[in-house]
């Protein structure tokens, strides 16, 4: 990145809107300024200034707010240009940018900026897209947490935790011919026991996090006309899906996501599955089954009065082996019965009426706790990502390495090596570890202007 590099993106949602942002970034941004704005605004003001274009005509008149370096959220010159949010309005102020001497922003791009600036480190900025890709309070919350900063001190925190430790073990392989005592190996045995502990609460706030972040993908199977799109519904609380006496109504996957608790749960109302001679409910029943692969539940809608038919045995037996099935017996308001949940060698199974809503409430309470949601406090958690979840799961299988290695003290070369390994993957979360086609894979995924 050279130190005339100047970036610039259309910062807020297309469409229209009250006010549209550009942003700027770069060093050096005075001589843009000028040309923009007629002059460089004073410091963290807003300033009231016409946007002007190349030949002079006025683009649009707005608020100019500069930050210099360091004190901006890249850590370089930063401008910021608040117009009138027509896009007409803001593709011509982006336009006159790109000709007064900046490009197109990449994807992620300004966050890039900040963490190679030393601004963020990567789990902070990773958190600003979860941020922006939060579909529910909580998860906007842990991910604002994580932000501030929680995620990466609880990290830190693990990391001192070793390198303390590291100094230890490894002063006594550095220099066996000194005076310096061994390792006790009891204390290094306690003071393992201590960072795995420690280790263990932050992978289980990591994993709830994760839950909240990447959500639950549920998907509805089952006969035609046992009740499916009608779940659907009372699930969500509206008419998400059609629902007829007609088999075959729903003739493509209907998707819909409710929260949970704060996770949200992905829920694909599909095609009955039966062998049908119909082309259209042919792609729908294909459609079914890519939705099925994709999923991490199914919902297996059986209707009461007949039990588990052969057919739908045959249905269970298509399914992917390590999908999850949770048998739904419904319609129990026509035999007059009360829900009810049952754990048996089957798996679980959920008696409910979907056109009452009888049972329903066990049926959420059930997909959470196989979601594997717990009762920590939403405050703790972290929202985390799945490469954050194999760095702390590769940290941990380290710490059980090196733990089986402390009874033995001529294994301290080994020890050493399980420690080291373990605080490079612990700090690859933070990016003081990490590759460049790593950091590409990541801030692609951000929206333009982040």
Request: overall charge negative; some cysteine; glycine content about 8%.
């Amino acid at each position: 990145m050279g130190d005339t590099d100047l970036i610039a993106a259309i910062a807020t949602p297309p469409g229209r809107g009250g006010i549209g942002v550009v942003r700027v970034s770069g060093r050096n941004l005075a001589t843009l300024a000028v040309a923009l704005v007629g002059r460089v605004p004073p410091p963290r003001q807003a300033t009231l200034c016409t946007f002007l274009d190349a030949d002079g005509s006025v683009i649009d008149q707005g608020l100019a707010l500069y930050f210099p370096a360091p004190h901006s959220y890249t850590g370089e010159d930063v401008l910021e240009l608040q117009g009138h949010g027509g896009p007409a309005v803001m593709r011509l102020l982006l336009a006159r940018c790109l000709t007064a001497g900046a490009r197109v922003a990449a994807p992620g791009e300004f966050t890039l900026r900040a963490f190679l600036n030393g601004k963020l480190d990567l789990a902070q900025a990773e958190s600003v897209a979860d941020l922006v890709d939060a579909t529910t309070a909580q998860a906007a919350r842990c991910a604002a947490r994580s932000l501030q900063g929680a995620f990466s001190e609880a990290v830190h925190s693990l990391v001192r935790g070793l390198v303390d430790l590291r100094m230890e073990v490894e002063a006594a392989l550095d220099f066996p011919e000194d005076d310096l005592p061994a390792p006790r190996q009891a204390g290094v045995r306690a003071a393992l026991d201590s960072l795995r502990a420690r280790l263990d609460a932050v992978f289980r706030a990591a994993r709830q996090g994760s839950l909240l972040r990447e959500g639950v993908s549920v998907v509805l199977i089952g006969r035609p006309n046992v009740g499916k799109s009608s779940l659907m519904n009372a699930l969500v609380g509206r008419e998400a899906a059609i629902v007829t006496e007609i088999p075959g109504t729903t003739r493509d996957a209907i998707r819909d996501t409710i929260d949970l608790e704060g996770i949200p749960f992905h829920l694909i109302d599909t095609a009955g599955l039966r062998e049908t001679d119909d082309p259209v409910e042919k792609i729908g029943i294909a459609r079914t089954r890519a939705a099925v692969a994709a999923a991490d539940l199914a919902l297996l809608l059986l209707d009461c009065r007949r039990g588990e038919t052969p057919e739908d045995r045959a249905i269970v037996e298509s399914l992917p082996p390590a999908l999850p099935v949770v048998r739904l017996y419904n319609k129990i308001d026509l035999l007059d019965e009360a829900p009810a949940i049952h754990d048996d060698g089957i798996g679980t199974s959920v008696r409910l009426s979907a056109k009452t809503g009888a049972g329903v409430d066990l049926l959420r309470e059930k997909l959470l706790e196989l979601a594997g949601w717990s009762d920590l406090e939403s405050d703790g958690l972290f929202l985390a990502r799945q490469r954050h979840l194999e760095a702390l799961a590769m940290a941990e299988d380290y710490l059980h390495s090196a733990a089986a290695l402390t009874d033995e003290e001529s294994q301290l070369d080994l020890l050493a090596e399980d420690l080291r390994a373990a605080q490079q993957a612990l700090s690859s979360i933070t990016g003081e570890f990490t590759a460049d086609d790593l950091l590409g894979e990541i801030f692609s995924r951000f929206c333009i202007g982040k």
